[in-house]
Structures are given as structure tokens and as C-alpha cells.
């Protein structure tokens, strides 16, 4: 299974909440890297579950704003050429793991979208 890492650190967000500067999560979107899941919707669970984890952190430590790089997965920067992870350019195939966003390309809603939705209702 695919390891994920969460790179937000509490106390940085402590030193600024004690500042009375108020963070933000700005161009959130959840990518799962080699090794990938052997299904899509194993990878949107776990897309879900890093969006709940997360979210999770950042309301814990008074972020009351998120916004994601997008809504569907069909407008992503992450299909730019520029910007598509080597590891995606050379198997093409694997570009349909590719579903950091809450909306697919179809703008149906994921389990990504349900965990924001909830780490959202949970925090209020």
C-alpha cells in the first residue's frame, strides 16, 4: 500500500495562530503516488481518507479556510505537461489514477468530496 505523507506542522500554525495570524489552506489536492492502488476505487478511499486526515489536522489547528486546486479533476493542473509527475509521463495508463479533486471528469462527486463535506461538518 502506498505510503502518504502529511506535511502540515502544528506548531508552525501555533506560532502564527499566537501571532493572531490566521492560516489558511490554499490549492489543496490529494495526489497517491507509485506504488498505485490496484483499483480506482481503492485510490479515491484512499484520496478520501488523506482529505480527512488533513482536514482533520487543519481544523485542530484553527484553519477555518481551504480551498482545492480546482473542483474537477478534468481542469487539474496536474494533466499540464509541465506539470504531469515523471513517474505519470512514463505510463500513460496510469494517468487514470490521476483524481486529486473532489469532482471527477464528469463533475460527479468522489469520496473526496463526502470527507471534505464532513471534516467540514465536523469542525463547525
Known amino acids: 500500500m502506498p505510503v502518504t505523507k ?4 502544528l ?3 501555533d506560532f502564527f495562530n ?3 495570524v490566521k492560516p489558511i489552506i490554499s ?3 490529494i ?3 507509485f506504488p498505485l492502488p490496484s483499483t480506482i476505487q ?3 478511499q484512499m484520496v478520501a481518507d488523506n482529505y480527512k486526515r488533513y482536514l482533520d489536522l487543519c481544523f485542530a489547528a484553527d484553519v477555518d479556510t481551504v480551498i482545492t486546486w480546482g473542483i474537477t479533476d478534468k481542469y487539474s493542473w496536474i494533466f499540464d505537461p509541465n506539470y504531469l509527475p515523471a513517474t505519470f509521463q512514463a505510463n500513460q495508463s496510469a494517468q487514470q489514477f490521476l483524481r486529486p479533486l473532489p469532482y471527477d471528469r464528469n463533475l460527479q462527486p468522489k469520496l473526496a ?3 471534505i ?8
Do not use: H, M, V
Not at 6 to 9: E, N
Not at 117 to 124: D, N, Y
Open 6 to 9: 502529511l506535511y502540515f506542522r
Open 11 to 13: 506548531p508552525t500554525s
Open 18 to 20: 499566537n501571532l493572531g
Open 27 to 29: 490549492e489543496l489536492d
Open 31 to 33: 495526489i497517491i503516488d
Open 42 to 44: 481503492k485510490l479515491d
Open 113 to 115: 468530496r463526502n470527507a
Open 117 to 124: 463535506a464532513q471534516a467540514f461538518q465536523r469542525a463547525t
